[in-house]
């Protein structure tokens, strides 16, 4: 037991003496049983504020407003007599026994606890306080101690006093290598390496304290706190990469938003101005393009593109979640049901949702052009100047030496042009080919017919290339004439294959060759194209073009002989070269292939027809027509002839092609767009009712008015969010800090963190709760990471998470924090320490989301079957789980297993189970397995004997030292599974196919990996101590 421990036990001596011997009781604040917001306000929610309250004032009784539930009524009565529960109708008619008289008339009735609680409430004065939670936050004084050596910071004053009260010790301070951990697990989701844990634990030998708080530091700093925290974030903002609904189309620019976060938090960015940017961003003046993308926080919503939909009902829809994920992430209210009528409970009516609302009704989303980062932006700025200054000087030097060559150019423009006036207009003669083979990539068989032509007939795919083999007649070849060829058996007569008889010839290559394999090719340069016909879009240079979308094709005049001819620069003389090799692409899709065709040579040169296709379109212009297109067509077809032009041609077109990455990407924000908002009837879009204008809820307002600051204006978005913000916010602070506390306890200190209303838990600890939301945006300005330094630097944070038999009957589920939590991670974080522990994972922070293995069949479940899960590789295979593609209709069945949002709707705090298919997950899924293999090489490196390997292995994943009991346990299951595998060789191959170890033999690899499985299905491993 450390000096410090022994400090706390002697300090708290006497309460132990103290104690009753027939156990410990919970305290009772004095007051807390006649509470008006914990017991009575709830109450007359439950049972009677449907008929009295802001929808139904029957008999003129509203017991939801203070002075209303106090009048005298129609009857001349008055529900509520303070002092007097004999004179109040209210507890007569909730009492009576008689089923006409007894109020609820439907439903159940009160109990007889009650109808007690009630008549003493009123006995007490029928106070109405206000709800806790809608009451100014206020500094509360640190209550007084009895042991005043516990506490590290004012947070331990207010957890030891309850504890004091109740006659209970707190637990003692976590071991080092727990808390070590339970600080990288809780702040960045990674395990320390033990060589950190030994530097830590050094330094807490010499200083513990000051060796804990340069921990937290170094952690706060690292940028792996954004992605451990942004994940927290991003749950609340129901991030995901695809739409929703029944489409469920992906989002490829969502990442953008996850990166925004991620760098926002890392920077610590305070919350205020976090939160002004992802509900204001775009209407803050001068607002900058990542201010912008921080909108994205409520493009998250759902988007349905299904057909038939109407496009307003969705719209509506969108802005409703917009509205609710306000409510509860901000508000910490539970909105829905104002949608359609006051709520039930909290002082919301429906007409204030529907104000609440028109904050969101004015806007839009939109797509806009956003930098990755300011950084990218800066420089691509400085290198785009650079390249812009070399493109110029290189653009110059071009221009002079073209210049210098001008009366060339023009005495060739003059010759070419009377050469193209006086060419030979005869059709060029064409030479047969004598076919060698001809295959299809398809399954469809190519057969030849009379004549030379070739007949394709069998499967029809989608997409298909032909190969073409002759024999090279001994003539000079100058072009290729292709023919295609109407036939009865195509459809519509061909001559395509396509319903309609249409095709699309994608590119037409050519090769020639000594032999007929074609092992050692020779490609013919083609460099102009013409055609007889060809369809819109669609030329016959097209052809001769490597662009995807590009071809020749006949449209709509199928059912018709047509023809493409080709043409080279230069005529090929016979040679060596015996055979002719012609690949006809056609990759439009679609089934637009050939059906029926001819292919021949053309061996007459003709020098007017040997030149590129917007050469042969400048010269067949008369002079007086020709366009400055034309004339630069022609000027830069001669300056290519002059090897010195060309070159400097060919540098300027690679540096072209060479311009810095632009770092800006399209992503869809939200924008102002003014917009009249109407109450919905019963939320439904098609029913509105009465005008309404932008407003906050009353009930805040009163004490926290929401201003425009544009007073001839209603109030906007960006006023909504500086108000949310303002330190003077009841809920704003509370709510957050109440956030954080959950994330670091698994519990908050409201434990209903999604309900700060009427329904909802009040504090365990009120007065640490506005301790925190006091300090929070004052003395700590925002600071995230402040918030959380001070409370992970507290006593109640560092106890041990220990099982204590004396707290299971008074405090079972540990209210009162007289321990700390043991906490599952998150569904994530179980992949991250899976790889981190064999040395896999990515340190890679942010870019595209990624697809990491999938198991057969997931991505078919997709409602629309859209999409194709395509595994990613390198380095990308191993990024973290926060980076995984999360896609609706369909997410990664390792992160539903360990309890992953589905990203619908927000979530405040995850739930957590504990099954079976969580341990066959981590045993059997590919992932895991892997993990397990590369923890085996990583031991395997260090060396040593199998107790120093087994050792090493239990403190990589649970990070404390093993006793010797442990190891000798995994050492009789190393040596079970060794005897296994020497007497099943073929299950030891099997594992070894997978063997980073190829050294050692498969069955010493087998026995291994079986082993470090068991270490890694340590449920020590995935938990929080």
Not at 135 to 164: C, G, T
Not at 795 to 820: F, G, K
Not at 936 to 964: E, Y
Request: glycine share 4%; aromatic share 8%.
């Amino acid at each position: 037991m450390n000096a410090r421990v022994l400090q706390l036990f002697l300090g708290l001596g006497t309460l132990l003496i103290l104690a009753p011997a027939g156990g410990l009781s919970l305290p009772v604040q004095a007051g807390e049983s006649h509470s008006f917001s914990r017991d009575i306000q709830p109450l007359l929610a439950k049972h009677c504020v449907l008929c009295h309250g802001p929808d139904d004032d029957s008999a003129g009784l509203r017991l939801d407003q203070h002075d209303r539930a106090l009048a005298v009524l129609e009857s001349g009565q008055r529900a509520i007599v303070p002092g007097q529960p004999e004179a109040s109708a209210l507890l007569q008619r909730v009492s009576a026994t008689d089923p006409a008289v007894r109020m609820p008339p439907e439903g159940d009735p009160l109990t007889p606890r009650e109808i007690e609680m009630l008549r003493e409430w009123i006995r007490g004065g029928a106070r109405f306080e206000e709800h806790w939670a809608f009451r100014p936050v206020k500094e509360p004084p640190l209550p007084r101690l009895h042991n005043v050596n516990w506490p590290r910071n004012p947070i331990d004053h207010f957890v030891l006093a309850p504890l004091e009260q109740a006659r209970l010790l707190p637990s003692p301070e976590a071991e080092p290598t727990v808390l070590v951990k339970r600080l990288y697990y809780d702040l960045v989701g990674l395990p320390p390496a033990p060589a950190d844990v030994d530097a830590f634990m050094a330094d807490f030998a010499r200083n513990p304290d000051a060796a804990y708080e340069t921990l937290v530091d170094r952690l706060l700093a690292s940028e792996h706190f954004g992605e451990r925290w942004g994940r927290h974030w991003l749950d609340m903002a129901r991030y995901a990469d695809s739409d929703g609904y029944e489409k469920d189309n992906p989002r490829p620019d969502a990442w953008r938003y996850r990166d925004w976060v991620i760098e926002a938090i890392n920077r610590d960015l305070p919350f205020d101005q976090f939160t002004i940017e992802q509900l204001a961003g775009d209407l803050l003046p001068g607002a900058s393009p990542l201010q912008q993308l921080a909108t994205a926080f409520h493009r998250q919503t759902l988007t349905n593109t299904e057909g038939g939909t109407d496009k307003e009902e969705f719209r509506v829809e969108a802005t409703f979640d917009r509205t609710e994920t306000t409510g509860s992430i901000w508000l910490g209210l539970t909105l829905t049901c104002a949608r359609c009528h006051s709520h039930k409970y909290d002082q919301i009516s429906q007409r204030e949702y529907y104000q609440l609302f028109a904050f969101f009704n004015n806007c839009n989303e939109v797509n806009t052009e956003i930098a990755r980062s300011e950084a990218a932006l800066e420089k691509y700025q400085r290198d785009k100047a650079v390249y812009d200054a070399r493109v110029a000087e290189l653009r110059q030097q071009y221009t002079q030496a073209r210049q210098a060559l001008q009366p060339e150019i023009d005495t060739w423009t003059a010759e070419m042009s009377a050469l193209w006036a006086d060419r030979d207009e005869s059709p060029p003669e064409l030479h047969p080919l004598t076919l060698v083979s001809a295959k299809a990539t398809s399954q469809a068989t190519l057969s030849p017919q009379e004549e030379g032509a070739l007949l394709v007939s069998g499967p029809v795919a989608d997409k298909d290339s032909y190969t073409l083999v002759f024999e090279l007649p001994e003539l000079p070849l100058t072009g290729l004439r292709l023919e295609v060829l109407p036939e009865e058996s195509l459809p519509a007569s061909g001559p395509g294959r396509a319903d309609n008889g249409n095709f699309v010839l994608s590119e037409l290559r050519a090769f020639v060759s000594e032999t007929q394999d074609f092992k050692k090719p020779e490609r013919i340069p083609f460099v102009h194209a013409e055609a007889d016909y060809a369809q819109e879009k669609f030329p016959a240079p097209g052809a001769l073009s490597t662009e995807a979308k590009s071809g020749w094709a006949i449209g709509p005049r199928m059912g018709e002989p047509h023809h493409w001819t080709a043409y080279t620069s230069q005529p090929r003389e016979p040679a060596s070269h015996k055979f002719l090799q012609i690949v006809l692409d056609q990759q439009y899709g679609g089934k637009h292939l050939l059906g029926r065709f001819r292919l021949s040579l053309i061996s007459r040169f003709d020098p007017t027809r040997a030149l590129p296709s917007p050469v042969i379109e400048a010269l067949r212009t008369p002079a007086e027509n020709r366009s400055g297109e034309h004339l630069e067509q022609l000027a830069e077809y001669v300056a290519s002839l002059h090897p010195e032009t060309a070159k400097l041609a060919t540098d300027l077109k690679t540096l072209l092609q060479q311009a810095p990455p632009s770092p800006m990407m399209s992503v869809r924000v939200i924008a102002p767009a003014a917009r009249t908002t109407k109450l919905l009837t019963r939320g439904d879009f098609l029913q509105p009712a009465d005008e309404v204008t932008a407003e906050a809820f009353a009930v805040i307002s009163r004490t926290h008015p929401l201003a425009s600051r544009q007073p001839e204006h209603p109030p906007d978005r960006l006023d909504l969010a500086r108000w949310l913000v303002d330190a003077r916010h009841p809920l704003t602070p509370r709510v957050t800090v109440n956030h954080v506390w959950a994330y670091l306890f698994g519990r908050g200190i409201v434990p209903t963190v999604n309900d700060f209303g009427v329904r909802g838990e009040h504090p365990t600890h009120p007065e640490l709760l506005d301790w925190l939301a006091w300090h929070f945006p004052r003395d700590m300005q925002w600071s995230r990471k402040q918030l959380i330094k001070t409370i992970v630097l507290s006593a109640t944070y560092r106890q041990a998470s220990v099982h204590r038999p004396e707290l299971q009957e008074v405090d079972p589920n540990n209210r009162l924090l007289a321990r700390q939590n043991r906490l599952r991670v998150q569904a994530e974080v179980v992949r991250d320490l899976y790889l981190a522990a064999g040395e896999l994972l990515s340190p890679k922070i942010g870019g595209p989301s990624v697809f990491p293995p999938l198991p057969p069949g997931v991505a078919e479940l997709s409602y629309a079957n859209n999409f194709k899960w395509v595994t990613s590789t390198g380095e990308d295979a191993y990024r973290r789980g926060m980076y995984t593609f999360f896609k609706r209709t369909a997410p990664h069945p390792t992160l539903m297993s360990f309890d992953c949002p589905d990203s619908n709707t927000t979530s405040l705090i995850r739930e957590t189970s504990n099954t079976p298919l969580q341990a066959l997950v981590t045993l059997n899924n590919v992932v895991f397995t892997e993990a397990a293999q590369a923890l085996a090489r990583r031991v395997f490196l260090a060396g040593g004997s199998d107790r120093n390997k087994i050792t090493l292995a239990l403190r990589i994943c649970i990070v404390r030292p093993p006793d010797s009991a442990e190891v000798d346990r995994f050492e009789s299951l190393l040596q079970t599974a060794r005897a296994y595998y020497r007497e099943h060789p073929e299950a030891a191959r099997d594992l070894a196919k997978q063997n980073p170890l190829h050294e050692i033999p498969a069955e010493e690899f087998a026995a291994w990996f079986a082993t470090l499985r068991m270490i890694l299905n340590l449920d020590e491993f995935i938990v929080r101590d």
